[in-house]
């Protein structure tokens, strides 16, 4: 039963929405009529679905955002006939930041992926420290329970790895972004070695693109191509918070052949392996 104190602690803990979140307050609102129909506390229902009263809570006022294991528990346990699993696509969606929900449905489903990064690891490649030490340097600040978010929602974006049949994938990656110890140096030395070993998979081949090399075909900035099951090609570009895809095939072509071109310029995939090899020596 929905006690006075817990719709009181609603009213003054539910944030403003923002862009996109809406489906994160309708499903917490849907979930605890519910659970109130259900005539459970948050506490008792907690137990039965394995989560803190707390994290009930948080979920129920919009503040964080369920997994979808905790959707799928709390569905059975409620017997809400799937309308909580109905939301659950939508509800994984608005782990991500606005600028990026496009881009990750699309890449989650790509049949191929090229990547250039030239300010970080690509977050596919990051491991969970590295990736949690560039959230917490964003300015201005995130919130802890944001960062919690966006961490899990990084890592499961790697869940791409184990799809069959894989994806194939290629990145090229700045080697100055191999240097920049974010997170620290024993961060970077693992997730160097992540970056090593994830392009050792036979559809995966990952490039490096020296500091010395005076000819460079992708000054204006990072950017990812993405290829879909039906055969169309979408690009994703982003720069400070602001993003696009570009679905217009002149755009296209000419990222196509920037791309073709940076990677006629960047190291092999086995010189990069061997520079790879020696930064994590140094780091």
Same mark, same amino acid.
């Given at each position: 039963?929905?006690?006075?104190?817990?719709?009181?602690?609603? *009213?003054?803990?539910?944030?403003?929405? @923002?862009?996109?979140?809406?489906?994160?307050?309708? %499903?917490?609102?849907?979930?605890?009529?519910?659970?109130?129909? /259900?005539?459970?506390?948050?506490?008792?229902?907690?137990?039965?679905?394995?989560?803190?009263?707390?994290?009930?809570?948080?979920?129920?006022?919009?503040?964080?955002?369920?997994?979808?294991? %905790?959707?799928?528990?709390?569905?059975?346990?409620?017997?809400?006939?799937?309308?909580?699993? /109905?939301?659950?696509?939508?509800?994984? &969606?608005?782990? !991500?930041?606005?600028?990026? &929900?496009?881009? *990750?449905?699309?890449?989650?489903? /790509?049949?191929?992926?090229?990547?250039?990064?030239?300010?970080?690891?690509?977050?596919?490649?990051?491991?969970?420290? !590295?990736? @949690?030490?560039?959230?917490?340097?964003?300015?201005?600040?995130?919130?802890?329970?944001?960062?919690?978010?966006?961490?899990?929602?990084?890592?499961?974006?790697?869940?791409?790895?184990?799809?069959?049949?894989?994806?194939? #994938?290629?990145?090229?990656?700045?080697?100055?972004?191999? &240097?920049?110890?974010?997170?620290?140096?024993?961060?970077?030395?693992?997730?160097?070695?992540?970056?090593?070993?994830?392009?050792?998979?036979r559809n995966i081949e990952v490039q490096v693109m020296p500091i010395e090399r005076e000819d460079h075909a992708a000054l204006g900035g990072p950017f990812t191509?993405?290829?879909?099951?039906?055969?169309? &090609?979408? /690009? !994703?570009?982003?720069?400070?918070?602001?993003?696009?895809?570009?679905?217009?095939?002149?755009?296209?072509?000419?990222?196509?052949?920037?791309?073709?071109?940076?990677?006629?310029?960047?190291?092999?995939?086995?010189?990069?392996?061997?520079?790879?090899?020696?930064? #994590?020596?140094?780091?």
């Amino acid at each position: 039963m929905t006690t006075q104190n817990e719709t009181d602690a609603d *009213a003054e803990q539910r944030p403003d929405d @923002e862009p996109g979140s809406g489906v994160v307050v309708a %499903f917490g609102r849907q979930l605890k009529l519910l659970r109130g129909r /259900a005539g459970l506390d948050r506490t008792e229902f907690g137990k039965r679905v394995g989560y803190a009263a707390q994290s009930v809570a948080s979920f129920e006022q919009g503040r964080r955002i369920p997994q979808p294991v %905790f959707i799928d528990r709390a569905d059975d346990v409620l017997d809400a006939g799937g309308v909580l699993k /109905a939301l659950k696509e939508e509800v994984a &969606r608005a782990q !991500y930041p606005a600028f990026f &929900r496009d881009a *990750a449905r699309l890449e989650a489903k /790509a049949a191929a992926l090229n990547v250039y990064a030239m300010y970080a690891v690509p977050g596919l490649l990051q491991t969970e420290e !590295y990736a @949690e030490a560039v959230f917490r340097m964003q300015r201005p600040l995130l919130d802890d329970d944001v960062i919690a978010q966006r961490l899990e929602a990084r890592m499961v974006r790697q869940d791409i790895f184990d799809r069959s049949p894989a994806p194939l #994938m290629s990145f090229v990656i700045e080697e100055s972004v191999l &240097r920049r110890p974010i997170g620290g140096w024993k961060v970077m030395r693992d997730t160097l070695e992540q970056v090593l070993l994830t392009g050792q998979s036979r559809n995966i081949e990952v490039q490096v693109m020296p500091i010395e090399r005076e000819d460079h075909a992708a000054l204006g900035g990072p950017f990812t191509l993405i290829d879909t099951h039906k055969g169309d &090609r979408i /690009a !994703y570009a982003e720069v400070q918070s602001d993003s696009r895809l570009y679905t217009g095939q002149a755009k296209i072509r000419e990222l196509e052949a920037r791309y073709g071109i940076l990677r006629s310029q960047a190291l092999t995939p086995k010189e990069s392996s061997a520079l790879i090899t020696e930064l #994590m020596g140094e780091a």
